[in-house]
């Protein structure tokens, strides 16, 4: 059990710093670099403004790198005495594989259990968009919300689950139309009490998820 603990532990020491946002003019001309690379001609009427608009969609893409999780979790903590589980599931999220730079999305599934104090539901969602919009592989962007939300909480445990269709798998390579991929990472009560981790995922089910109990 100590094991995966501490690969876990690896894994969140391994976010980038929270950076300063890109020279967006420097991503453009990188972008008509590769467009001309690609066998394109960057300066016919169609591609005129692409540059720049593929530096303002990748900058919104990876905007995640940006955000601070203290400052988006600050003041949205209420102390209760509520102690069962809250699930927050569905939440849609887009990210991009770091392997290829192609979108990967889906749903993200949340549930914790409190411990003397619970999370404005609003902020779950926005602590998955912190993660997801960077590049990414979707077993860490699972275990880094897990990881976040249990240190941040201090809860029981925490459990995540994503269901996500990768571009980069559709569209080349194996070209598989129909897999989703499932990831989950149980922390806490969620790993340790099999009751627990059934009654979750029980209450996400759908599509079969809960089978995973
Ligand atoms: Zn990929």
Do not use: W
């Not at 949340?110 to 993660?131: E, T």
């Not at 240190?151 to 996500?164: I, P």
């Amino acid at each position: 059990m100590a094991k995966p603990r501490r690969r876990v532990l690896q894994r969140m020491e391994d976010l980038p710093p929270i950076k300063r946002p890109g020279d967006e003019g420097h991503i453009r001309s990188l972008v008509a670099q590769l467009l001309e690379a690609l066998g394109e001609t960057s300066s016919r009427n169609g591609l005129l403004k692409t540059p720049e608009r593929v530096a303002k969609a990748l900058q919104f893409m990876t905007k995640g790198y940006h955000h601070n999780i203290d400052q988006l979790l600050n003041g949205a903590m209420f102390p209760i005495e509520y102690d069962e589980m809250v699930i927050v599931k569905d939440i849609d999220f887009f990210s991009m594989c770091e392997h290829h730079m192609l979108p990967f999305f889906g749903k993200c599934h949340v549930g914790y259990l409190p411990n003397k104090k619970v999370v404005g539901l609003s902020k779950i969602p926005r602590v998955v968009d912190v993660f997801s919009r960077r590049l990414q592989v979707q077993e860490r962007l699972t275990t880094q919300i897990a990881e976040t939300l249990k240190q941040k909480l201090n809860a029981h445990g925490v459990g995540v689950v994503m269901e996500a269709q990768h571009l980069c798998m559709m569209m080349r390579g194996v070209e598989k139309q129909n897999t989703i991929a499932v990831t989950s990472s149980m922390l806490g009560a969620f790993r340790t009490q099999q009751q627990t981790r059934a009654e979750f995922l029980k209450l996400i089910s759908r599509n079969g998820v809960g089978d995973l109990a």
